[in-house]
Each structure stands twice: as C-alpha cells, then as structure tokens.
C-alpha cells in the first residue's frame, strides 16, 4: 500500500473526529499508534491513546477497503473514502508561486514502487495524449520526481516528496493520473481528477465525486485485484486510448 491510502485514513479519520468531537489515533492492526508525514499538521490526530481519544484501526494489514489478501489477488469492498484535510507548510504553499497564471492541468504518469503490473497505462499513451492534450490548447504540468521520464509539451515541476505533489495539484484545474495518490489529493481540493483505472479495482471502492474514472471492468465486482500480472488487465488498459483521456478531460473542465 502506498501514500494514497494514507491519505484515504487522513479522510477517514478526519470523518470520525467530526462525528465524535474527539481527537483520533490511527492505529496499526495491532492497536498501537502510528503517524506519518501526509498528516502533519492537524492537532485533532494523537500519537497516544488516552480516555480522550479515539482509536481508529487503519494501515497495513487492516485497510478497511480490502476484504482479503490472497497470494495472487487482492479482494476489495465497496468503500468510498473520505476526502482528506491536508494542509501545507509555507515552503510547500510556495510551489503555487511557480505555477502557471493560467489554468493549467496537471498530468503524472507515475505509479507508486511495486505497484500491480494493471495499474499503468502503457508510457505510449501517455506520450501521445501529452502531445494531443497540448495541441487542443492544455497547459501541462507534471510534477516530475529524481528518475523520472518527463512527457513532452509540459512544463516540469521538480518535486521531491509526496506533500509536494499536492501542492502542485491544489492550483489546477484538473488532474490526469492512474488511480491513486493523485486522484486521493486532488480530491481533498476537489479538483477533477481524471483517474485512469483500468480493470484493476472499481471506483465504487477508490472513487470520489469529483473523480472522472475511466474503468473497464473484466471480472469481480469491486475490479480484478490481481497482484501479479494479469493478462486482462493488460487488454483493458490497453482499450484506453489517449482519444478517450481527452474527451474525459475537455468533460470535467465544462461541467
């Protein structure tokens, strides 16, 4: 699991301190307190358990979205997460002084290290909906982390961590991206995310209002959740063109 999900127990948490009143600690399965960088900043979370304080199970091994973990398969439930309160420090709100006085729509290739083999859409694609996308007249943007491949036609945004990431989509108008971290950021600001899912899970489990899904179902209900690779999933992503990228984008930024 990756920062997405971190962001998705922000969410969830942020959601039962509302409902309660009380402060939360998120627990590991074990029950014992943990924390992480996405999270900084929000004096409602605790990093102790305490009469005042409510515990909330959620990271590895106890993702309140996955029924199970097999050997080769993951098995989801339907879930919808809540949006996330991030918040930023000034030298990460500062990246805004750097972006585009115009709209401009931010594009990520990127997929988290060790991530399923079904969850990208083939480096082609991408390339062709860049060169498509900035000929129907988009500003790009990508957030561009040490090792990456750039696309072409986008202006590049060094980016070294995560929380920086969101603080290039807070300023856009909308967001191309797998299902993922990008699309969990983008709907703490509730900018349309255009989330490329392919077969692999459903956005009934992932998905949020202002998420624009393109997902093409081949077995399950709540998607595949094949851990390895997974022919099928291949032949859907490989159904989604950049053509349809598009027409999705040019949809979110008119409605």
């Known amino acids: 699991m990756g ?15 509302v409902e309660t009143g009380k ?7 074990a029950g014992r307190p943990r924390s992480h960088a996405l999270w900084r900043g929000h004096k409602w979370l605790s990093d102790t358990l305490g009469p005042d304080v409510v515990a909330m199970k959620n990271g590895s091994g106890c993702r309140p979205y996955i029924e199970s973990i097999g050997k080769d398969r993951y098995t989801f439930r ?9 918040t930023f420090t000034k030298a990460e709100s500062d990246f805004s002084r750097i972006m585009p006085a115009v709209p ?12 399923p083999a079904g969850k990208a859409w083939q480096r082609d694609s991408w390339v062709r909906f860049a060169l498509q996308a900035s000929a129907a007249g988009f500003r790009l943007v990508q957030p561009v ?3 990456a491949h750039p696309l072409p036609r986008v202006m590049r945004v060094p980016v070294a961590t995560h929380r920086e990431t969101a603080a290039v989509i807070k300023g856009a108008a909308a967001v ?10 983008a709907a ?7 989330a490329i899912y392919g077969a692999f899970i459903a956005p009934s489990v992932t998905g949020y209002a202002s998420t624009r899904p393109i997902y093409r179902p081949h077995t399950g209900d709540y998607g595949c959740g094949s851990r390895g690779v997974c022919l099928a999933c291949r032949k859907a ?4 063109t950049p053509e349809m990228v598009l027409a999705t984008l040019s949809e979110a930024l008119t409605q």
């Open 145 to 147: 982390w040490p090792g």
């Open 104 to 115: 401009y729509v931010v594009v990520d290739p990127m997929t988290k290290e060790r991530a």
């Open 78 to 86: 339907k879930y919808m997460p809540h949006t996330a309160p991030l």
């Open 23 to 29: 402060r939360v600690a998120i627990t590991d399965k």
């Open 176 to 185: 191309v991206c797998h299902e993922g971290f990008n699309h969990h950021a």
């Open 188 to 194: 703490a600001f509730s900018v349309p995310a255009v």
């Open 3 to 17: 920062a997405g999900d971190e962001l998705m127990a922000l969410g969830e948490a942020y959601s039962l301190h």
């Open 237 to 240: 992503m490989d159904g989604i």
